[in-house]
Nanobody
């Protein structure tokens, strides 16, 4: 299983970016998927997750601003991020596992991460 994130970059506060995570080597329909992020000097935190049935959970810090979605036909996970804030600056990772809504330590497959920088 391989996961590859794309769509990171630099944006000004209030802007939008959409991240994508394309997987290979597995049937994504059977997996729960999630986005995590890690800022310098901080622990990796969950941002949003979607299970194989389409149920979704968000971290309180991103509710109303981020939208997670998946296209199983393309084995791709998305994270639409609007109203970005400087505190959203981090490396964003996608993850996959058969178990839903786990902690970071419970996800088995990970992408390499993509940097997102939000400036004032």
């Amino acid at each position: 299983v391989q996961l590859q994130e794309s769509g990171g970059g630099s944006v000004q506060s209030g802007g939008s970016l959409r991240l994508s995570c394309t997987g290979s080597g597995y049937d994504s329909r059977k997996y729960s998927m999630a986005w995590f992020r890690q800022a310098p000097g901080q622990e990796r935190e969950g941002v949003a997750a979607i299970d194989s049935d389409g149920d979704i959970k968000y971290a309180d810090s991103v509710k109303g601003r981020f939208t997670i979605s998946r296209d199983n036909a393309k084995n791709t996970l998305y994270l639409q991020r609007d109203s970005l804030k400087p505190e959203d600056t981090a490396v964003y990772y996608c993850a996959a596992d058969v178990l839903p809504f786990g902690l970071a330590s419970e996800y088995y497959y990970w992408g390499q991460g993509t940097q997102v920088t939000v400036s004032h």
